[in-house]
């Protein structure tokens, strides 16, 4: 039995006309898009065969006067210019095509000029490398990319960021947690006056009686604080935020927050916001782990100094040189475990010298942790 012919086909047909012939040109610069660059330029016999099988038609001479179309109405839209303006610029410059004709190889390519491969390779890589992006959302957004090089620049940038080997969340709200933090402390919203607010949420722990599902902690109870900033700290996004019932600020990791919620209530903590130094915020909370905030002096061998550097930076800290062999450096820290666990990776290497209070809750800390051993 004959098959039947589209109506609209068939008219197309009594009057010489080849179907999809206005979208010729849009399939053509895709099928460029996609599978041309510098390396891999494509024949024009090479875009008929592919025109082919999608059911379009064309002949040598079209392609060329398609890619002409495509040229000029890409540097249009870039000048923000007349169609008349823009054919002429590309008779002065050929330098602002968008696709290129390589004589030598006979091809056409897609020339970018926004960005270049190793562009979008850092975009790749910093998607592989933040531990707050789940796998799969991480993978959507590295094709998302890559849709901004040729398909064999692409497979390049997917095996190279594949190789990035970081523990990553399971949590697959983070995105909506960022952009429901980001409403909140919005002071405009589509262009209309709001109120930065409060927010609730849910805070996560793991289990080790289930270590692949994260639980609530306070058996569920919500969290209430102001949000102020979104942070990145060692691949991880934090929220820093007043609490309302510490009265203090705090730090969330957004990876861990579930439920977040508009509280429609104004936030508090502007005051205690304004005096923090948001540069070199992280490096003095060690981790994002709370504590008391003293001024202390520590005293390392010269060969750490790189490493001292990493994590206080040199803004509002003091580095000086003791003897020889060692130098010091004076800095406010928030005193917790955390940080006296950072210290004790230095072993013999490193001692706190001020304040006395500070080298005997060190001396304290490591001798709970002797005791472990007896």
């Known amino acids: 039995m004959p098959r039947k012919i589209d109506e609209h086909l068939q008219k197309e047909l009594e009057h010489g006309k080849k179907p999809n012939q206005k979208i010729k040109p849009y399939v053509v610069l895709q099928y460029l898009l996609k599978y041309s660059d510098e390396n891999h330029p494509l024949s024009a016999y090479d875009i008929i065969a592919f025109l082919e099988e999608c059911g379009i038609s064309a002949e040598r001479r079209s392609i060329y006067r398609d890619i002409e179309d495509i040229n000029k109405v890409a540097l249009m839209l870039e000048e923000d210019c007349t169609i008349e303006e823009a054919e002429q610029m590309l008779d002065k410059d050929e330098e602002l095509k968008l696709v290129i004709y390589d004589k030598s190889r006979k091809g056409f390519y897609?020339?970018?000029?926004?960005?270049?491969?190793?562009?979008?390779?850092?975009?790749?890589?910093?998607?592989?490398?933040?531990?707050?992006?789940?796998?799969?959302?991480?993978?959507?957004?590295?094709?998302?990319?890559?849709?901004?090089?040729?398909?064999?620049?692409?497979?390049?940038?997917?095996?190279?960021?594949?190789?990035?080997?970081?523990?990553?969340?399971?949590?697959?709200?983070?995105?909506?947690?960022?952009?429901?933090?980001?409403?909140?402390?919005?002071?405009?919203?589509?262009?209309?006056?709001?109120?930065?607010?409060?927010?609730?949420?849910?805070?996560?722990?793991?289990?080790?009686?289930?270590?692949?599902?994260?639980?609530?902690?306070?058996?569920?109870?919500?969290?209430?604080?102001?949000?102020?900033?979104?942070?990145?700290?060692?691949?991880?996004?934090?929220?820093?935020?007043?609490?309302?019932?510490?009265?203090?600020?705090?730090?969330?990791?957004?990876?861990?927050?579930?439920?977040v919620h508009f509280l429609g209530e104004p936030r508090e903590g502007d005051e205690l916001f304004k005096q923090i130094d948001l540069r070199t915020y992280t490096q003095r909370v060690f981790s994002m782990y709370g504590g008391e905030q003293r001024l202390i002096k520590i005293r390392f061998i010269n060969p750490l100094l790189d490493a001292v550097v990493d994590r206080f930076g040199t803004k509002n800290v003091d580095y000086s040189r003791e003897d020889e062999r060692h130098f010091s450096v004076t800095a406010k820290v928030e005193i917790s475990d955390q940080f006296f666990g950072w210290i004790l990776g230095f072993g013999r290497r490193a001692k706190i010298i001020y304040p006395d209070d500070v080298a005997e809750q060190f001396k304290t800390y490591l001798d709970k942790i002797r005791a472990m051993y007896e």
Do not use: W
């Open 110 to 259: 897609v020339r970018q000029r926004h960005y270049d491969l190793n562009d979008i390779r850092l975009l790749a890589e910093c998607v592989y490398s933040s531990k707050f992006i789940a796998e799969g959302q991480a993978k959507r957004l590295v094709n998302v990319v890559c849709d901004f090089v040729s398909e064999y620049q692409a497979e390049k940038i997917r095996h190279n960021a594949f190789l990035t080997d970081r523990v990553k969340t399971n949590n697959r709200s983070v995105l909506n947690n960022i952009a429901a933090i980001n409403e909140a402390m919005s002071v405009k919203i589509d262009g209309e006056p709001h109120i930065p607010e409060k927010i609730s949420f849910k805070y996560l722990k793991y289990s080790i009686e289930n270590i692949e599902q994260q639980v609530e902690r306070r058996k569920g109870t919500r969290y209430t604080v102001s949000p102020f900033q979104l942070l990145i700290n060692d691949g991880n996004y934090y929220l820093l935020a007043y609490d309302d019932r510490a009265h203090d600020m705090r730090t969330y990791r957004v990876d861990r927050m579930k439920d």
